[in-house]
């Protein structure tokens, strides 16, 4: 912070974070899904089990929705156009809404199936190989869950995070289907196995609802969450002066990116070049704290009363 507010600073420029192709973790997921659809479908054929037939139902479902997010991770890296100004990030939250969708058509499937073959059960066959099958499809499809979660974090991917909450999705479900098919062999029961595949149905709805929900925050630009903005109104506390606001301050995120803009009210008498070097400054501080951040800052006499006319939401 400049010692006179009058005198031009001139501090290190903070680089922005250039935009990540992550389109790499797409094609690892398209990857794991045919593996694991080659799998189960294979358990299903040698086994009989409508659980595992539901369970090769949810990896088709995983199938289409990773190459969905295939295509909103190109798109999202494209940079802004004349038509688009803020850049393509929201298509993430396509890919989220539609993997959640995916999944309601996914347990849709799964529980029909599961009340026919209860009404209609059948004896399983060759239960021992294809358990073995479907753990090895299971592991394969926890492995690419961890790194797509992973990178979401890291990149504060929606696509990739929701991504990864679906493959994680379909794990629990093939435990569960594990389960229940050897429950069905030990028990001798046939109608224990539509049951545990009705289970896994009703279970899997709230993934899918929750991705619909998180895609659908994004889309009506939520605010950043509460410990990025306690984060950012640090940073502002160690510029407040005197003669020194800030007002106004919002913040929101879309896709990977953040936005934030607030209104800068200084003395009037300041100079032109005095209220640049403060807000470069403040925004040197800011971008040290988040490299991908945007800013924008609306300079404003702190004496004007019109200065004050904007509603203040304040930091959640």
């Keep these: 912070m400049?010692?006179?507010?009058?005198?031009?600073?001139?501090?290190?420029s903070v680089?922005?974070?250039?935009?990540?192709?992550?389109?790499?973790?797409?094609?690892?997921s398209i990857a794991a899904a045919l593996g694991t659809i080659a799998l189960k479908t294979f358990a299903w054929r040698i086994t009989g089990s409508v659980g595992l037939l539901s369970d090769a139902a949810e990896?088709?479902?995983?199938?289409?929705?990773?190459?969905?997010?295939?295509i909103a991770l190109r798109v999202a890296i494209k940079p802004a156009d004349k038509n688009h100004n803020f850049g393509h990030s929201k298509a993430e939250y396509f890919s989220a809404a539609v993997e959640g969708v995916m999944i309601f058509v996914?347990?849709?499937?799964?529980?029909?199936?599961?009340?026919?073959?209860?009404?209609?059960?059948?004896?399983?066959?060759?239960?021992?190989?294809?358990?073995?099958?479907?753990v090895l499809a299971s592991v394969l499809n926890g492995t690419v869950a961890w790194v797509l979660l992973r990178a979401g974090r890291k990149y504060r991917s929606m696509t990739l995070t929701a991504d990864g909450k679906?493959?994680?999705?379909?794990?629990?479900?093939?435990v569960g289907v594990v389960v229940g098919v050897l429950l069905v062999w030990l028990t001798r029961w046939p109608r224990l196995d539509a049951v545990v595949a009705f289970?896994?149905?009703?279970?899997?709805l709230f993934t899918g609802w929750k991705l619909i929900s998180e895609s659908t925050a994004g889309l009506m630009d939520v605010s950043l969450p509460k410990e990025d903005n306690a984060a950012i109104r640090g940073v502002l506390e160690g510029f407040k002066q005197e003669h020194v606001m800030f007002h106004a301050v919002r913040t929101r995120e879309s896709g990977n990116r953040r936005f934030m803009d607030m209104h800068l009210l200084v003395p009037g008498a300041w100079t032109v070049q005095a209220g640049h070097d403060l807000v470069e400054d403040i925004e040197q501080e800011l971008l040290k704290l988040y490299p991908d951040l945007h800013i924008m800052i609306h300079i404003e006499p702190i004496e004007d009363p019109r200065s004050y006319d904007d509603y203040d939401f304040g930091f959640n």
């Design 199 to 204: 289970a896994v149905g009703i279970n899997i």
């Design 166 to 174: 679906h493959l994680l999705t379909d794990v629990w479900t093939s």
């Design 59 to 70: 990896s088709v479902v995983n199938l289409v929705a990773a190459v969905v997010a295939l």
């Design 106 to 134: 996914a347990a849709a499937v799964i529980m029909v199936t599961a009340v026919e073959r209860f009404l209609h059960p059948q004896p399983l066959e060759n239960v021992g190989v294809g358990l073995l099958v479907s």
């Design 2 to 12: 400049p010692a006179d507010p009058a005198a031009p600073v001139a501090g290190p």
């Design 15 to 28: 680089a922005r974070q250039a935009p990540v192709d992550l389109t790499r973790f797409a094609w690892l």
